[in-house]
């Protein structure tokens, strides 16, 4: 069985083409089951008809898959629910790869490294200082997964601080899904990368809406989102309320 990949998305197609391009360079590209997860909230736009677009230019072995509207807040939905569908695979590794977050051509020979030290996880971005859990280019055995995808319920996606509240000690995570999961294994340590070989560069999105975004078509967009990155002022121009947002580290050959 492949290994597994999962992207989720939601309206940001102009990203998702970039991380593409830094998954593409990797020589596993091929080796991979590439799972894009598209969150069509049900109140807000979820960018369908680019998604696809966006996909067109990549080939076969990255499948897209619309998560179906529903009333729960934030992305942890359509994440928790890509990983319960990656555990009753039977892939060995399961990846997770969010649509802003680009990787370095090393990215996937790391984690099977690390992977080999036995972790509760390993996470290929900037050590937050916790150690606990960051999903900044992540990497599961899939047996792992278990005991997060029994919260996969109703009741948690529903009232996400009230279901951690009544299910796990006080903790100084937050309640969506990097929080839960830093709950669930509260007390082990991820294995970090160290340099980072995964960098985040959201500087806007659902969860930072005061970000400016790059207007236009999907290729004016993609054009801007490079500009931005690679340009220590262009980018401070635009981030708003995301202050560790830094200009792209990770290169290839894509600019």
Known sequence: MRDILIIPTFNRPELLWLCLDYISACPEYGELDIKVYLDAHYKRQSRLNETKEVLKKFNDNVKLYVRQPNGYRGNSYNLMMAYSDAFHSKAEYVFMVEDDVMISSHFFEWHKQAQLVNPVCSVAGKNPGHGVYCSIGVCFNREMLEPIV??????????????????????????????????????????????????????????????????????????????????????????????????????????
């Open 150 to 255: 029994k919260h996969c319920v109703h009741e948690y996606f529903k009232d996400m601080g009230g279901y951690c509240r009544a299910n796990f000690p006080p903790s100084p995570f937050g309640t969506e899904q990097d929080g839960l999961i830093a709950r669930v294994f509260n007390g082990k340590k991820a294995v970090w990368a160290n340099p980072p070989e995964a960098q985040h560069i959201g500087w806007y999105g659902y969860n930072r809406p005061h970000g400016i975004r790059p207007i236009g078509n999907l290729n004016d967009k993609y054009k801007k989102v490079k500009e931005v990155l690679y340009n220590k002022e262009e980018l401070q121009k635009c981030v708003k309320d995301f202050g560790d947002i830094e200009p792209l580290k990770i290169a290839i050959d894509c600019k």
